[in-house]
């Protein structure tokens, strides 16, 4: 059997990766855009913005179905010249890698996104029922003393987002790619997938790497974990002073709802006081903390329809959401002052922290709800 001819089609730079990256992420826009026009012209506005996550996913998929899983070049690996191999063979890969890069860098972070808050809330449950009973059971002794388990799991409960988080990963396999140029995907690291050039690249061409930034990268990685290991050490996070009325720097109210004591933490408390984790607080509860009253479902303060209601909001379409098309109910302005449905832009900016006309940057804390 003749040897294999040797390989003569260098390894793709840092620069051409990214490059080619970024020209597919914007063909996916381009295609998401495209879908949701059409999702809103055949079932309406509302839930064009409800399935915004889905509709993402299922451009993704179409996008790389058509190109990747064919065995077809991308848009963005067209325009860069670089062809995806396997590292091993230096071949163009198998369906088998393919199909899984794909389902890997689409389909399981939508599916940790849709799984990981119930999960979360969950153990933050579990963990909170078990620190209470353990101070109970301390109750009345002179010096308590905390066991190793206890410490244990108050550093959970205070770090619970942090470590069921893929963000560290993608981190550390990011800064890896800028020191040696491969797998700017973690589902490409996951499969052994690289980039050639598929053209001879002349020694006059510099291709100069970004191992600045990786460096940048791992300093910035460095300090968050000294400070957070200082932090710990110092008592600062993870510490329980009174786990009846306060868990890792939160307070547990009368109905067994958690609430940050970060007086910057408005959406988590908000998030908190309208989704605990085992039962839903009762009205009676909700107008007693909120010194609210509580409407039945599907009743609004303030609805358009009714011209009597806000009637200084002159105009038939100036009386309509531009999101879901109808009449305002209970409106609510943000920071650059354009008017939607409550409902609608608090559903919006949960998503996407912009106005979405202007695309100012909005806060849900920044929205205002309009009295009178």
Same mark, same amino acid.
């Given at each position: 059997?003749?040897?294999?001819?040797?390989?003569?089609?260098?390894?793709?730079?840092?620069?051409?990766?990214?490059?080619?990256?970024?020209?597919?992420?914007?063909?996916?826009?381009?295609?998401?855009?495209?879908?949701?026009?059409?999702?809103?012209?055949?079932?309406?506005?509302?839930?064009?913005?409800?399935?915004?996550?889905?509709?993402?996913?299922?451009?993704?998929?179409?996008?790389?179905?058509?190109?990747?899983?064919?065995?077809?070049?991308?848009?963005?690996?067209?325009?860069?010249?670089?062809?995806?191999?396997?590292?091993?063979?230096?071949?163009?890969?198998?369906?088998?890698?393919?199909?899984?890069?794909?389902?890997?860098?689409?389909?399981?972070?939508?599916?940790?996104?849709?799984?990981?808050?119930?999960?979360? @809330?969950?153990?933050?449950?579990?963990?909170?029922?078990?620190?209470?009973?353990?101070?109970?059971?301390?109750?009345?002794?002179?010096?308590? @003393?905390?066991?190793?388990?206890?410490?244990?799991?108050?550093?959970?409960?205070?770090?619970?987002?942090?470590?069921?988080?893929?963000?560290?990963?993608?981190?550390?396999?990011?800064?890896?790619?800028?020191?040696?140029?491969?797998?700017?995907?973690?589902?490409?690291?996951?499969?052994?997938?690289?980039?050639?050039?598929?053209?001879?690249?002349?020694?006059?061409?510099?291709?100069?790497?970004?191992?600045?930034?990786?460096?940048?990268?791992?300093?910035?990685?460095?300090?968050?974990?000294?400070?957070?290991?200082?932090?710990?050490?110092?008592?600062?996070?993870?510490?329980?002073?009174?786990?009846?009325?306060?868990?890792?720097?939160?307070?547990?109210?009368?109905?067994?709802?958690?609430?940050?004591?970060?007086?910057?933490?408005?959406?988590?408390?908000?998030?908190?006081?309208?989704?605990?984790?085992?039962?839903?607080?009762?009205?009676?509860?909700?107008?007693?903390?909120?010194?609210?009253?509580?409407?039945?479902?599907?009743?609004?303060?303030?609805?358009?329809?009714?011209?009597?209601?806000?009637?200084?909001?002159?105009?038939?379409?100036?009386?309509?959401?531009?999101?879901?098309?109808?009449?305002?109910?209970?409106?609510?302005?943000?920071?650059?002052?354009?008017?939607?449905?409550?409902?609608?832009?608090?559903?919006?900016?949960?998503?996407?922290?912009?106005?979405?006309?202007?695309?100012?940057?909005?806060?849900?804390?920044?929205?205002?709800?309009?009295?009178?």
């Amino acid at each position: 059997m003749p040897p294999s001819p040797p390989h003569t089609y260098p390894f793709a730079a840092s620069p051409d990766i990214i490059r080619s990256n970024q020209k597919d992420a914007y063909f996916q826009g381009v295609l998401l855009t495209r879908l949701s026009s059409i999702l809103r012209q055949l079932y309406g506005a509302r839930f064009a913005h409800n399935y915004t996550s889905e509709a993402r996913v299922f451009s993704e998929l179409l996008y790389l179905g058509l190109t990747t899983l064919v065995g077809n070049r991308t848009l963005g690996e067209e325009y860069c010249d670089i062809v995806q191999v396997e590292e091993d063979t230096l071949q163009l890969p198998a369906v088998s890698r393919r199909a899984g890069y794909i389902l890997a860098s689409i389909i399981l972070p939508y599916g940790l996104n849709r799984i990981l808050p119930a999960f979360r @809330r969950r153990v933050r449950a579990k963990l909170e029922a078990n620190l209470r009973r353990s101070s109970r059971s301390q109750t009345g002794q002179k010096q308590p @003393r905390k066991s190793r388990l206890y410490h244990l799991q108050s550093y959970i409960l205070a770090n619970l987002d942090t470590l069921t988080s893929t963000s560290p990963m993608h981190a550390v396999s990011l800064s890896v790619f800028y020191f040696s140029g491969a797998y700017y995907h973690l589902s490409k690291r996951l499969f052994h997938l690289r980039y050639i050039f598929s053209r001879q690249v002349e020694p006059s061409e510099q291709r100069v790497g970004y191992e600045v930034l990786g460096v940048l990268l791992v300093l910035q990685l460095a300090v968050q974990a000294w400070l957070h290991v200082s932090n710990t050490a110092s008592g600062r996070i993870g510490s329980v002073a009174n786990p009846e009325n306060m868990i890792g720097g939160t307070a547990v109210l009368d109905h067994g709802v958690e609430v940050s004591l970060d007086p910057n933490a408005y959406s988590s408390n908000n998030a908190l006081l309208l989704d605990s984790p085992e039962k839903q607080p009762d009205a009676n509860s909700l107008e007693r903390m909120t010194h609210t009253k509580v409407l039945p479902a599907e009743t609004y303060r303030y609805h358009l329809t009714d011209n009597d209601v806000m009637g200084w909001i002159s105009g038939r379409q100036a009386r309509k959401c531009t999101l879901c098309l109808e009449e305002l109910k209970d409106p609510s302005v943000t920071t650059c002052g354009h008017v939607f449905c409550w409902n609608c832009i608090g559903d919006w900016v949960r998503e996407k922290p912009e106005c979405p006309l202007c695309r100012q940057h909005v806060l849900i804390q920044h929205i205002l709800p309009l009295r009178g």
